[in-house]
Structures are given as C-alpha cells and as structure tokens.
C-alpha cells in the first residue's frame, strides 16, 4: 500500500451514527495529522497526533495511533449532514518535514 | 484566528504562459510549503522553504516552478511556462512557531489551456 491510504474510499451513514475511518502508511513517521476537504475547497486541519501518543480527542472527533501496525482511525461520533467532507490523513517525519497525504475516504452523512 | 490566504482564487492561463500564485502564511510561522492536488487525486507535496531557500522538494517541482518570499508577508510559486498537466488546485501552507501542524489555506485553482 501507498504511504498513506485510507479505508474505506466512500462511507455513507445516517445522521447520529459514528463514523470510522481508517488509515495505513509505510514507513516511521513524527506524526500524522488528519484534514477534512469540503468539495472543491480548502484543506481544514483536524487533529494533530505525535508518534509517542496513542490516542487523541477533540470535541466529536477521536484518533487513535498504532505505530506497531503503521496505522490510524479517525472516529467522529453523532455525525452530522455538516461533516460531509473527505478525509486525509497526512504523515510527516518531523517538524518542518513535507506531509504525505492518503488517497481520502469520501464521507456522505445522510439526514 | 489567524489564517493562510491566497489569491488569486480562480486562475485562467494559457499554455505556455508564466504564473504567480500568491500566498500569505500566518505571521510567526517559519516553514511555507506549496502544495497541489490535481482533480480527483491526492493531495502532493512540491516544495518547502525556510530560512529563506528551499529545504526540500518533489520531482514535481522541475526547473518551471519557482518559489520566493519577497518580502514578509508573501510566499509566492512562479510557473514559468505553463502546461496543461499544471491544471490543478494549488494550496500554500505554513507551519512551525512551535507547532508542527500545517495549515493551509484556501487553494488556488489553475486552469491551463
């Protein structure tokens, strides 16, 4: 797989359900990030996770890091039609370091 | 809250012309990079600058592209001859200032024909 892959491509839930999203990369990274991308727009920054955390909260959303299985969820719980987005997760070995993004997974929240 | 913001929004070229897409990173960041995501594919990686010179870049990033602060405030990525592959939304982010997130800003969008 590819530094940075998502799964699944495309995910379609009900309002009120948690969405998961999962992300896999290669090599070691400093931490991976997570951004969310509204259709034709800008990059909006998530969360932030560092190689020595495990797991992370921010208001809905939560992310959990396995550096022994090179991967990542992304949880959003009691989803809204307001958190239809993609989804990247972006890999990064260090401050200042290039990010390398995953392939997306395409979030539809259904009223 | 502070943001990155480019203009212009919307760019319309022909082949074979030069471009300058303009960013404004957050004010006591350190690190800019350039990003850029053709439709329908992943986000790739062109070029970082810090320190006013280039720390890294991607085979992308060939002799046509350019990068320059020319002053405080703006970062800006020339394309000296475009071409029809260049199409594409290009985003400039900006990191550091004790954080290693980056933030992006609102993209760019390159049409060549």
């Known amino acids: 797989s590819q530094q940075g892959e998502e799964d699944p491509q495309a995910l379609s839930i009900q309002e009120g359900e948690n969405a998961t999203m999962n992300c896999s990369y290669k090599?070691?990274?400093?931490?991976l990030q997570w951004y969310r991308q509204n259709s034709g727009r800008g990059l909006v920054h998530l969360i932030l996770i560092r190689s020595n955390e495990r797991e992370k909260h921010s208001g809905r959303l939560r992310v959990t890091l396995d550096t022994s299985k090179k991967s990542s969820s992304l949880l959003i719980t009691a989803s809204r039609a307001a958190d239809t987005a993609s989804y990247f997760c972006a890999t990064a070995l260090g401050g200042g370091n290039k990010l390398t993004f995953g392939t997306g997974t395409q979030l539809k929240v259904e009223l | 809250e502070p943001e990155v913001t480019q203009t212009p929004s919307h760019q319309v070229t022909q082949m074979g012309q030069e471009v300058i897409l303009r960013c404004v990173p957050i004010?006591?960041?350190?690190?800019f990079y350039w990003y850029r995501q053709i439709l329908g594919q992943k986000v790739e990686f062109l070029v970082s600058?810090?320190?006013?010179?280039?720390?890294?870049k991607s085979e992308i990033f060939d002799d046509q592209f350019s990068v320059e602060r020319p002053d405080g405030s703006n970062f800006t990525l020339k394309i000296r001859s475009t071409k029809l592959e260049d199409s594409a939304m290009y985003f400039c982010a900006s990191g550091g200032g004790g954080t290693d997130t980056q933030y992006f800003g609102p993209g760019t969008r390159l049409t060549v024909l």
């Open positions: 600058f810090y320190n006013n010179e280039i720390s890294e």
């Open positions: 004010s006591n960041h350190l690190y």
């Open positions: 090599t070691s990274i400093n931490n």
